[in-house]
Structure formats: C-alpha cells, structure tokens
C-alpha cells in the first residue's frame, strides 16, 4: 500500500518526530490534516489548482482532518484583530459575553460617528471617519509604544532598561492600556461599551489617558538612554 | 360633530402641510424601496416592501409610548422615521376600511415569532387610524403592568383590589399628548367622586378627569379606569370611532410576579388596570375596532418556543378574546429582505467594506434567517 511505505520513509527520513502530536490539550495523530475555511479555495475549477493544492486536495480524501477551534471563522466579517481584543476581554471564559460588549462597542462607535456626520456641514462630511473598524486599527496602531522598558539587574541593582519590542507585543500592550484604562478609570454606572467606545475615539484622535500612557513610556525610555548598552540581545 | 380630518396637534399639522405627497424634487432619485406617500391610507399592495417616512413632529405626536426601543435609537441616528409597509399591516388596513361601525368592535390578533414585526405592524395601523381621526387608546406593552411594580396600593373603589399609581399617571400623561383634541371634546355623563371632598361634575370635559388622575396620583388608576368607561360607553353614538391598541396581550390573562404584603401571589384579575382593560376588550360596545399584539418576549412564566394565540393567550385569554381575526407576521420576504439591506446601504449604517459585496448580503441573509430583529442586531456592528 503507498500509505505505510511512504509513512515508514517519511519518519527513516525526516529527524526524530514524536509519534503522536499533541495540539490544543488533544494529541492527534501526525496523519490529521488543518481544516480548511477559505471558500474561494473550494469554488476553484481544478484546472486552476496548482501542483501542491492538487495533492492537498487528493490527501483530503484519505486523511481525516482536525476539529476546528471555536475562533476560526469563515465569516467574511471576521477580524482576528477584533477577536484578539474580545478574547482580552474575555472574564472567566465567558465569550458571549464578551463577544456582545464587543459588537455593542463597534455600535456605539458607529451612532456617535453617524450623528457627527449628519449634523457636519457638506464641506467637512469627508473628513468624518464612520466606519468602526477602521477607527478600532488606527486607534490600536495609535496607541502601540515603539521602544519598551525591561529590568535588568546588573550589580545588585535593577535597572530599566530601553529595549526594542516585537510587533505581537506592541500589540498586545496597546490593548491592555486601553481594557486597564477602561475597566478602572470609570465611573460605577458607565457600561463598558459606552466608555470602550469614548476611549477609542479619543484614541483614535491621538488624545486621551492610553496615548499619555504611552508618551510617558517614551520619555521614560528617553531618560534612560544611557543604560542600553546594558542589553544583550 | 367632530372634525373627521387630521387629528393632530397643531404642530404636527404644520408639519403635514410641508409635507406633500408629490415625489420629493431632490437632487438625487430616491431608491426603488423608498416610498414617498406618507399618509397610511393610501398605502396598497403597489407600495408594499418599500419603506415611507413618517415626519418627525408626527412622531412625538401620535407615537409618545408606543415605539420599540430599538427603533427610537435609529430614529435618533438617521434623523428620519421610516417604517415599512408590509403584508399583515395592509391586510388590517383593509379590514378596517371595510368595517361596519354599527356591528360590535372586531378583534384582532397580530401574531407570530419573535422579531417578526408585530409591533411595527400594530404602530403602522395606529397611524393610519390617528390621521383618519380616530380617538386611539393605545397600551404600549400590557406586560409592564404585571411585573416590577414598585408601588401597590389597595384600592378605594373595590376592597380586594389593588391599585398601580405610577404605571397609571405614566399612561394618563401619553395619553394626554396623543388625544388632546378628544378630551376637550368629550364630556363625562355622571358625577365621580375622588375621596372626601374632591368630584368632579356631569359633563364637564375628560380633560378634567386626566388632569385629576395626573395631579392627585393615589386617584391616577381610579381616573384611567373613569376615562375608559366614558369613552366605551360613548363609542357608540358614532361622534368618534376608538380604537383600542394593545401590546403584550397575553400579559391580561397569564401570571403576575407580583407579590401582596403577605407575600401571596397577586393574579391578574386582582389588579384595578387589568381589570378594566379586560372590559374594553370585550366586543359589547361598537364603533371602532380592537387590535391586539401577542408578546413571548416580555411575557412571564411562558417557554421561548411559543408564539400561537393558543400557546401564549391560555384557556382563559383565548375564550375571552374568542371570535377574532388572527393576522399572522412572517420574517421578510426576499424582496422586503432587499429593501432592508437597500435602506442600510444608503443611509451608511452598513459600514463594513464586505457588506456592501454579494457575499456579504448572502452571509447577512443566511445568519438573519431574514429575521427583522436578527438582521437589525446583526448590522449593528458592522
């Protein structure tokens, strides 16, 4: 049969694999295949299909595929930005929770924009952003620090370090600031989204507590430029 | 006789003139699904899945209570009201057309899921009657009287009565707004007492009934219960024709979650405002019609699946309101579907980029399940 043969030379071949997989708190067998959510892969005449989507397709027959997780979506409205910041969100697992303060926060953007936009004069109509998505990734872009501060301990003493940051962390930092900013920095009676949404509008402007927070990182990155040759990565 | 014209408030009759019903000279066409006859009456099945708008000061004027929340907020958002005209509403409105007021009152009951349109089904037939000139007496959600009431008084009138003070003055007041015109007009036929020294004469205006239950607020469910009595047993003489509006039917005849001092459960019967609004849906008086509305979403100790008159009415509710008409509300047809989407498009609520493409509509049509509600909660944030 060609199944074994090419799995026993496969693992003669390859270097040492473990023989089974484990992914997501489950252990699949290597022979398990990702599932796969795009469309336009499947609406593809065969003639169009390159040499390896061609073989994929043929090893779908045979292999059986993986569970889905729950955050893979084959929406076209699915943004794994937005579902980063709701999985921040996320208390105690509850994601349908999250997932509506999410949706109510893009709404309330959303109105607040559209009354502006309605009431502005023709001239500065243009000038109105209303669509909630892009002012969500101008205000998380906003709020990314460029330089961070580590601690380091050199002699005894602990110093705070300038150090370059990755893309995923930038990321993640500016929407901590901004769910610390708005869990703790509010009045008892305010719901989330409403304050959620006010944050991100001023964020969004470039004014606000999280571009402070931000700013104030950067001085302080500033102040302490004489400690970075501490670093040594 | 009273003027069968325009029944508005001197406002909203300004703002009716302005109004005309030619089509609208802008610069721009306005879209297939739009409509430009702004008056219910004539609305046909030419004018169905297209959406007509209704002025604003006729909206403050004719709808104080009456509207879903959710269509408030979009009220607010775009600036204009716009509803659309469906199947169930012109098969009401042509019932109504038809009717004989000599006979006794029909009864209708608009049913159906949740999120289908029976409220905006039931505000559309309100239009309609208060241009025709109709007096309406309209109860935006009847389930708001059997649940979270903060303040039960026993009542004067009847020992074993209980008495709701603020759900009462809240109703008197819309009511004052939306009829101001009637309650000059109408005048009351017997001498009422409010305690000791307080009464109010015969024939003196109703007006004066609404502004005692309003000032004196221990008295307010006493002079709603007077107003509904006079304007029952005056609905004959043809001087006006009434129709009675209730949301949340299924709220008279179900279960309360009220408690007494004693903690023992209070039922509907019990309750002075229930109690008279039983009497003005039953079908002994003529001269106007009954239009109800079904409710799952508001209603107590009732499963989420059920939607029928028998499943959401009772045994009791459904012999009460036995012979009626019972008009059923759909989700969206696939045109009505296209008008929606059409109506989001142009007034920039659709503001994702994919919503605007093919894909986007179908995905939209598909998790709505062409559901009104589900399609309205689903475009929110998008």
Request: net charge positive; aromatic share 8%.
């Given at each position: 049969?060609?199944?074994?043969?090419?799995?026993g030379?496969g693992?003669?071949?390859?270097?040492w694999?473990?023989?089974?997989?484990?992914?997501?708190?489950s252990?699949y067998?290597?022979?398990y295949l990702?599932?796969?959510?795009?469309?336009?892969?499947?609406?593809?005449?065969?003639?169009?299909?390159?040499?390896?989507?061609r073989?994929?397709?043929?090893?779908?027959v045979?292999r059986?595929?993986?569970?889905?997780?729950?955050?893979?979506?084959?929406?076209?409205?699915?943004?794994?930005?937005?579902?980063?910041?709701?999985?921040?969100?996320?208390?105690?697992?509850n994601k349908?929770?999250?997932?509506?303060?999410?949706?109510?926060?893009?709404?309330a953007?959303?109105?607040?924009?559209?009354?502006?936009?309605?009431?502005?004069?023709?001239?500065?109509?243009e000038?109105?952003?209303?669509?909630?998505?892009v002012?969500?990734?101008?205000?998380?872009?906003?709020?990314?620090?460029?330089?961070?501060?580590?601690?380091?301990?050199?002699?005894?003493?602990?110093?705070?370090?300038?150090?370059?940051?990755?893309?995923?962390?930038?990321?993640?930092?500016?929407?901590?600031?901004?769910i610390?900013?708005?869990?703790?920095?509010?009045?008892?009676?305010?719901?989330?989204?409403?304050?959620?949404s006010?944050?991100?509008?001023?964020?969004?402007?470039?004014?606000?507590?999280?571009?402070?927070?931000?700013?104030?990182?950067?001085?302080?990155?500033?102040?302490?430029?004489?400690y970075a040759?501490?670093?040594?990565w | 006789?009273?003027?069968?014209?325009?029944?508005?408030?001197?406002?909203a009759?300004?703002?009716?003139?302005s109004?005309?019903s030619?089509?609208?000279?802008?610069?721009?066409?306005?879209?297939?699904?739009?409509?430009?006859?702004s008056?219910?009456?004539?609305?046909?099945?030419?004018h169905e899945?297209?959406?007509?708008?209704?002025?604003l000061?006729?909206v403050?004027?004719?709808?104080?209570?009456?509207?879903p929340?959710?269509f408030?907020?979009?009220i607010?958002t775009?600036?204009?009201?716009?509803?659309?005209?469906?199947?169930?509403?012109?098969?009401?409105l042509?019932y109504l057309?038809?009717?004989?007021?000599?006979?006794?009152?029909?009864?209708?009951?608009?049913?159906?899921?949740?999120?289908?349109?029976?409220?905006?089904t039931?505000?559309?037939v309100?239009?309609?009657?208060?241009?025709?000139?109709?007096?309406?007496?309209?109860?935006?959600d009847?389930?708001?009287?059997?649940?979270n009431?903060?303040?039960l008084?026993?009542?004067?009138?009847?020992?074993?009565?209980?008495?709701q003070?603020?759900?009462?003055?809240?109703?008197?007041?819309?009511?004052?707004?939306?009829?101001?015109?009637?309650?000059?007009?109408?005048?009351?036929q017997?001498?009422y007492?409010?305690?000791?020294?307080?009464?109010?004469?015969?024939?003196?205006?109703?007006?004066?009934?609404?502004?005692?239950?309003l000032?004196?607020?221990r008295?307010?469910?006493?002079?709603?219960?007077?107003?509904?009595?006079?304007?029952?047993?005056q609905?004959?003489?043809?001087?006006?024709?009434?129709?009675?509006?209730?949301?949340?039917?299924?709220?008279?005849?179900?279960?309360?979650?009220?408690?007494?001092e004693?903690?023992?459960p209070?039922?509907?019967e019990?309750?002075?405002?229930v109690?008279?609004?039983?009497?003005?849906?039953?079908?002994?008086?003529?001269?106007?019609a009954?239009v109800?509305?079904?409710?799952?979403?508001?209603?107590?100790?009732?499963?989420?699946s059920?939607?029928?008159?028998?499943?959401?009415?009772g045994?009791?509710?459904?012999?009460?309101?036995?012979?009626?008409?019972?008009?059923?509300?759909p989700n969206?047809?696939?045109?009505?579907?296209?008008?929606?989407?059409?109506?989001?498009?142009e007034?920039?609520?659709?503001?994702?980029?994919?919503?605007?493409?093919?894909?986007?509509?179908?995905?939209?049509?598909?998790?709505?399940?062409?559901?009104?509600r589900?399609?309205?909660?689903?475009?929110?944030?998008?």
């Amino acid at each position: 049969m060609a199944a074994p043969s090419a799995a026993g030379l496969g693992q003669r071949l390859r270097a040492w694999l473990p023989r089974i997989i484990p992914v997501r708190w489950s252990r699949y067998n290597p022979s398990y295949l990702e599932p796969e959510v795009k469309k336009e892969l499947y609406q593809k005449p065969s003639e169009e299909l390159t040499e390896e989507e061609r073989e994929q397709m043929e090893l779908k027959v045979v292999r059986p595929i993986k569970a889905a997780p729950p955050s893979l979506s084959s929406s076209v409205f699915s943004d794994p930005m937005i579902s980063k910041f709701t999985n921040m969100m996320m208390k105690s697992g509850n994601k349908v929770l999250a997932r509506s303060l999410m949706s109510q926060t893009l709404e309330a953007i959303k109105r607040k924009q559209l009354e502006k936009y309605h009431k502005a004069p023709e001239n500065e109509k243009e000038t109105i952003e209303c669509n909630p998505y892009v002012i969500f990734h101008q205000a998380l872009k906003n709020c990314q620090p460029i330089i961070g501060l580590s601690n380091i301990t050199k002699g005894g003493k602990t110093y705070q370090v300038p150090v370059p940051l990755t893309d995923n962390r930038k990321r993640f930092l500016a929407m901590k600031w901004l769910i610390t900013e708005c869990r703790e920095n509010k009045h008892r009676r305010t719901l989330m989204p409403e304050k959620l949404s006010q944050e991100l509008l001023l964020a969004f402007n470039n004014e606000g507590p999280v571009i402070k927070k931000k700013h104030v990182l950067h001085k302080m990155a500033e102040a302490n430029r004489a400690y970075a040759h501490f670093r040594w990565w | 006789q009273l003027d069968h014209g325009c029944a508005l408030h001197t406002a909203a009759r300004d703002g009716l003139s302005s109004m005309s019903s030619q089509d609208v000279p802008a610069e721009r066409p306005r879209a297939v699904f739009h409509t430009s006859e702004s008056d219910p009456a004539k609305h046909t099945e030419q004018h169905e899945a297209r959406l007509y708008n209704i002025p604003l000061e006729e909206v403050k004027a004719v709808f104080p209570h009456g509207l879903p929340h959710r269509f408030q907020q979009q009220i607010r958002t775009f600036n204009e009201a716009r509803v659309m005209v469906r199947k169930p509403a012109l098969e009401l409105l042509a019932y109504l057309r038809a009717s004989n007021f000599a006979h006794p009152a029909v009864r209708y009951v608009i049913y159906g899921e949740r999120g289908t349109g029976k409220t905006m089904t039931l505000c559309h037939v309100l239009h309609y009657c208060s241009r025709q000139g109709w007096l309406v007496l309209h109860i935006p959600d009847a389930h708001l009287w059997v649940k979270n009431c903060k303040e039960l008084l026993q009542s004067s009138y009847k020992k074993d009565r209980l008495d709701q003070p603020l759900q009462a003055s809240v109703w008197l007041k819309n009511f004052k707004t939306s009829n101001e015109r009637f309650l000059q007009e109408i005048k009351t036929q017997k001498k009422y007492m409010w305690g000791k020294q307080e009464s109010t004469e015969e024939g003196r205006p109703l007006g004066e009934v609404v502004e005692q239950g309003l000032a004196r607020v221990r008295s307010a469910t006493d002079a709603m219960g007077v107003v509904l009595r006079e304007i029952k047993q005056q609905s004959h003489r043809g001087s006006f024709r009434l129709l009675v509006a209730v949301d949340g039917v299924n709220a008279l005849w179900g279960r309360t979650t009220l408690r007494k001092e004693d903690k023992s459960p209070v039922s509907p019967e019990e309750l002075t405002l229930v109690h008279n609004l039983r009497k003005m849906l039953r079908n002994d008086w003529s001269g106007g019609a009954i239009v109800t509305t079904l409710s799952q979403t508001g209603s107590l100790f009732k499963p989420s699946s059920a939607y029928t008159p028998q499943e959401l009415l009772g045994k009791e509710g459904f012999d009460a309101l036995d012979p009626f008409v019972p008009i059923s509300v759909p989700n969206y047809s696939p045109r009505e579907f296209e008008s929606c989407y059409g109506y989001y498009l142009e007034r920039k609520w659709l503001q994702h980029e994919k919503a605007h493409t093919e894909d986007g509509k179908a995905e939209l049509r598909f998790l709505s399940g062409s559901n009104p509600r589900q399609l309205d909660r689903l475009a929110g944030p998008l």
